[in-house]
C-alpha cells in the first residue's frame, strides 16, 4: 500500500498562510521533495530538505523531521495562482520518487 | 534552457493497438525518468535510465511496456498491445548526475485507451 500520506484538499484565503502536511515511512531515504503541479502541465520542483530543520525559499518553506517521518511545506501571502496540487515526494537510492496522491490547494479571493 | 518535451501530449487508441511515447529531456542530463498516474491515483515510479543502460526497471507493470534510450539522448516508451488500464498521464523527467539533483519533468502524455 501507499506508504506516503498527505491532505487531499485544502482551501485558504488569499493573503494567508496555509501548511500542508506530509508523512511517509520509508527506509532508504535520501531526501524529501515537494512539487507544484498546476492542472495539465508538469510538476515543477519547489524544495527538497535532506536533514532534519526548515529550508526557506522565498514565500515557500519546507520542514523536515527525519525521525517522524514528517515534513510540511508552507506557503505564506498566499497568491490566486498557488492554486494548484502540491506533491509530497521521498526519494531513496538511485534518486526514484516515491510521491503522494497530492494536495489541491485553492485558493479564494 | 529547454525543458523536457513529450510528444504527442495526448493519444487516443484502440485497445491492441500500439503507442509509443517519445521524451527529449533537458541536455546535458544523463538521468532519464519515467513515470505514470492513472486516473484518481499518485504519480508512480516506471523506470530509471542514466545515459543509455536501464538502472532500474522495477516499476514497470509488464512486458506489454519497451522503453528505450538509444545514445543516451531521447528516449520512447512503446505500449504494446495496449490495454484499458494503461490509459493515464506518462510523464518523463530528467535530472543531473548528483544525488540531490531535482527532477525536472516534462507536460506528460495523456494516453487514452478506448
Known amino acids: 500500500g501507499q506508504n506516503i500520506d498527505q491532505p487531499t484538499e485544502m482551501t485558504a484565503t488569499e493573503g494567508a498562510i496555509v501548511q500542508i502536511n506530509c508523512t511517509y515511512q520509508?527506509?532508504?531515504?535520501?531526501?524529501l521533495f515537494w512539487y507544484q503541479q498546476h492542472a495539465g502541465e508538469a510538476p515543477t520542483f519547489l524544495s527538497y530538505?535532506?536533514?532534519?530543520g526548515l529550508e526557506e525559499k522565498g514565500r515557500f518553506s519546507s520542514f523536515l523531521s527525519r525521525s517522524k517521518g514528517y515534513s510540511y511545506l508552507l506557503l505564506k501571502e498566499l497568491q490566486m495562482k498557488d492554486s494548484a496540487s502540491y506533491l509530497c515526494a521521498y526519494s531513496n537510492a538511485g534518486n526514484m520518487l516515491t510521491f503522494g496522491g497530492g494536495t489541491r490547494l485553492m485558493v479564494k479571493p | 534552457e529547454a525543458g523536457v518535451t513529450q510528444f504527442p501530449s495526448h493519444s487516443v487508441i484502440e485497445k491492441g493497438q500500439t503507442v509509443t511515447l517519445r521524451c527529449d529531456p533537458i541536455?546535458?542530463?544523463?538521468?532519464l525518468y519515467w513515470y505514470r498516474r492513472v486516473m484518481g491515483k499518485e504519480i508512480k515510479f516506471l523506470l530509471h535510465f542514466v545515459k543509455e543502460s536501464k538502472q532500474d526497471e522495477s516499476g514497470m507493470p509488464n512486458n506489454r511496456f519497451l522503453a528505450e534510450r538509444t545514445g543516451g539522448t531521447y528516449s520512447t516508451l512503446k505500449v504494446q498491445p495496449a490495454e484499458l488500464e494503461d490509459s493515464g498521464v506518462y510523464f518523463c523527467?530528467?535530472?543531473?548526475?548528483?544525488?540531490?539533483?531535482?527532477?525536472?519533468f516534462g507536460n506528460g502524455t495523456r494516453l487514452t485507451v478506448t
Open positions: 520509508t527506509s532508504g531515504f535520501n531526501g
Open positions: 541536455s546535458g542530463h544523463d538521468n
Open positions: 523527467a530528467s535530472s543531473q548526475v548528483g544525488r540531490y539533483s531535482p527532477l525536472h
Open positions: 530538505n535532506v536533514l532534519d
